[in-house]
């Protein structure tokens, strides 16, 4: 997780187009001056942050299923629960997989997983558009390369 | 009326948490019963879900930016129940 820069996804390890679905890698960082303030002596991940890195697992999964057409924005979040603490350190498996796809918005179902225990979950809607501009899906696709997306999966799905 | 408009009442009545008898085939999803379009999302969703179609909601608003329709023809649900029926029918014509 780059907290500094929103990007909390590390790494995709598996997009599977045909299922709808998507896992995810993400490693909470030792330091960030987030956890100095949340909370001193007792850094915890913000479940807003929990939150938003199941949007961005989502958000890669439809931008897979559209094939870099459209671009999701985070919209409604419904039945967030946070389980348990997340903590510096922690590695995460982030899933998500497609509740409906519909005209111009998609829902996904989405979790995380820290040593195989799920510690929050919600049910996530996007509005889908198209790229604001060109240079805005060049941005996109540089940090998809840079997180393992499997372009090749594009030709298949 | 039909049973569509009846389904599509229930579900604007328990999504947005209004009364049913508030909503009549003459409302304006809009106008009248103050639908925002995040909320008719939920709307669409649970649509899509009852009849099995996927109401076309990037072409309605591109008709209507672009002038070329009106929400009533939409957003009326006199008139979005017929296009329900539509792609009912749609659905389950021959190929």
């Given at each position: 997780m780059r907290l500094e820069y929103f990007l909390l996804i590390d790494r995709i390890a598996e997009l599977n187009l045909d299922d709808r679905t998507i896992r995810t890698d993400a490693t909470v960082p030792?330091?960030?001056?987030i956890f100095e303030g949340h909370f001193p002596g007792?850094?915890?991940?913000?479940g807003v942050l929990l939150i938003?890195?199941?949007?961005?697992a989502s958000g890669w999964l439809i931008i897979g299923l559209t094939k870099f057409t459209r671009m999701p924005f985070f919209a409604a979040v419904k039945e967030a629960k946070l389980r348990a603490f997340v903590t510096p350190g922690q590695k995460l498996s982030v899933s998500a997989s497609i509740k409906h796809e519909g005209s111009g918005y998609t829902m996904t179902s989405a979790e995380i997983r820290h040593e195989g225990k799920v510690v929050c979950s919600a049910e996530l809607t996007f509005r889908l558009v198209e790229f604001p501009s060109p240079d805005f899906r060049i941005?996109?696709?540089?940090?998809?390369?840079?997180?393992?997306?499997?372009m090749e999966a594009l030709a298949h799905g | 009326m039909s049973s569509t408009?009846?389904?599509?009442?229930?579900?604007?009545s328990e999504t947005c948490d209004i009364e049913r008898e508030k909503i009549t085939p003459e409302s304006h999803a809009i106008d009248d019963l103050g639908i925002d379009s995040l909320d008719f999302l939920d709307i669409a969703f649970a649509i899509d879900k009852a009849f099995g179609i996927k109401l076309p909601l990037e072409q309605?608003?591109?008709?209507v930016n672009d002038g070329k329709a009106s929400t009533e023809q939409y957003f009326v649900l006199k008139n979005l129940t017929a296009r329900?029926?539509?792609?009912?029918a749609a659905k389950s014509a021959p190929a």
């Amino acid at each position: 997780m780059r907290l500094e820069y929103f990007l909390l996804i590390d790494r995709i390890a598996e997009l599977n187009l045909d299922d709808r679905t998507i896992r995810t890698d993400a490693t909470v960082p030792d330091k960030s001056t987030i956890f100095e303030g949340h909370f001193p002596g007792y850094p915890l991940m913000p479940g807003v942050l929990l939150i938003e890195t199941m949007n961005q697992a989502s958000g890669w999964l439809i931008i897979g299923l559209t094939k870099f057409t459209r671009m999701p924005f985070f919209a409604a979040v419904k039945e967030a629960k946070l389980r348990a603490f997340v903590t510096p350190g922690q590695k995460l498996s982030v899933s998500a997989s497609i509740k409906h796809e519909g005209s111009g918005y998609t829902m996904t179902s989405a979790e995380i997983r820290h040593e195989g225990k799920v510690v929050c979950s919600a049910e996530l809607t996007f509005r889908l558009v198209e790229f604001p501009s060109p240079d805005f899906r060049i941005s996109m696709e540089k940090v998809a390369a840079e997180i393992g997306f499997p372009m090749e999966a594009l030709a298949h799905g | 009326m039909s049973s569509t408009f009846d389904t599509v009442a229930n579900i604007i009545s328990e999504t947005c948490d209004i009364e049913r008898e508030k909503i009549t085939p003459e409302s304006h999803a809009i106008d009248d019963l103050g639908i925002d379009s995040l909320d008719f999302l939920d709307i669409a969703f649970a649509i899509d879900k009852a009849f099995g179609i996927k109401l076309p909601l990037e072409q309605w608003t591109q008709e209507v930016n672009d002038g070329k329709a009106s929400t009533e023809q939409y957003f009326v649900l006199k008139n979005l129940t017929a296009r329900i029926d539509d792609l009912i029918a749609a659905k389950s014509a021959p190929a």
